[in-house]
């Protein structure tokens, strides 16, 4: 079991703040906003990243969950796979708590596991960093079974999250069993992207996109919900599976809280599993494709 009590859907940071540089024209305060709007909406599980806008994310999430009570809240970050080397993660984990303004993390994911940095080194500087209590759990990233494994051996604590790229259109994890490994570990699996940004060179669609799914669109037309609440709630209606979406409209935000109020039949949740067109072995991302490793 998951050492770690995880909201089943969380807000994401994403482009908050900028994207892999701070952006000096941003709205900071609407970014603020969006995150506040998701807690008000009753959203407790929060991710960010140093990565994120070059750790202004991190920033305008720490102003955000300034106003609120810190225990009520299940704060994640994540060290990039350069940052892996002991010292390194060390000083990335201070670094991200001063951005934060807290003291400690919920959750502490490894973003992307780096070949060139033993598992072993890493594992240790986590350890290092539970037993400061510097941070809760430990969270694993972008990862295929056998990386979860080998944290596993090393870590002092079982990894207690997974997050990597998942939603109607892309099933990678499904294919090489990290969804099953995850259920069958007691590791709760936090699927990345639910609502999928456009990708208009492999031909994607947002899955929010009316007429661009016309599965979706049925569906969604059966139980006179909208796209989005629809793509959200299959994810989060299969078990040890949780979600984080981003949004800085408070409408869509209230929309994706709603998705805990109602169900999708086991028929209907069947169909968009099997009968959903675009199913993509690898996830992607606008830069490209990545590989789960
Ligand atoms: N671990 C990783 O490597 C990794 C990689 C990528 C992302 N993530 C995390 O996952 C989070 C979510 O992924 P994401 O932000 O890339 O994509 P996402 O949440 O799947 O999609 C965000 C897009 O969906 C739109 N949207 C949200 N709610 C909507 C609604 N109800 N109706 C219509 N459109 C809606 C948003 O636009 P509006 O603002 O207009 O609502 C935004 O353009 C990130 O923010 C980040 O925290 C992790």
């Known amino acids: 079991m998951s050492s770690v009590a995880i909201p089943k859907l969380g807000f994401g940071t994403w482009e908050m703040g900028g994207r892999d540089f701070p952006d000096s024209n941003n709205d900071d305060q609407g970014d603020i ?62 670094q991200s708590l001063r951005r934060l303004g807290t003291d400690y993390l919920d959750l ?29 759990g430990v969270g694993l990233s972008n990862v295929s079974t056998s990386t979860i494994r080998e944290y596993n051996k090393f870590l002092a604590q079982p990894v207690c999250a997974v997050q990597n790229h998942y939603n109607l259109i892309v099933r990678q994890s499904v294919l090489e069993g990290v969804i099953d490994f995850c259920r069958a570990n007691g590791i709760v699996f936090i699927a990345w992207r639910p609502i999928q ?36 709630r299959w994810l989060t ?25 109602f169900e999708i039949s086991g028929e209907d949740m069947r169909r968009l599993t099997k009968d959903f067109p675009l199913q993509k072995a690898d996830a992607f991302t606008s830069k490209g494709y990545i590989k789960l490793s």
């Open 197 to 232: 940004l456009p990708v208009p060179a492999l031909g994607i669609a947002s899955l929010a996109q009316k007429g661009a799914y016309p599965l979706l669109d049925e569906i969604a037309g059966k139980y006179g919900k909208s796209n989005a609440q629809i793509a959200v």
């Open 33 to 94: 906003n969006a995150i506040r709007s998701a807690i008000d909406a009753g959203i407790t599980h929060i991710d960010t990243a140093e990565a994120y806008a070059g750790g202004k994310a991190e920033e305008l999430t720490g102003k955000a969950i300034s106003v609120y009570e810190r225990q009520k809240l299940v704060v994640a970050s994540k060290v990039r796979d350069v940052n892996l080397a002991y010292d390194s993660v060390l000083s990335s984990c201070e």
């Open 108 to 136: 502490y994911y490894v973003h992307q596991p780096n070949p060139a940095i033993p598992v072993a080194e890493t594992a240790r500087a986590f350890n290092r960093l539970l037993e400061q209590k510097m941070i809760r």
């Open 237 to 261: 209606s299969q078990n040890g599976v949780g979600t984080i979406f981003k949004s800085r409209n408070s409408r869509h935000i209230e929309e994706i809280v709603q998705t805990g109020t």
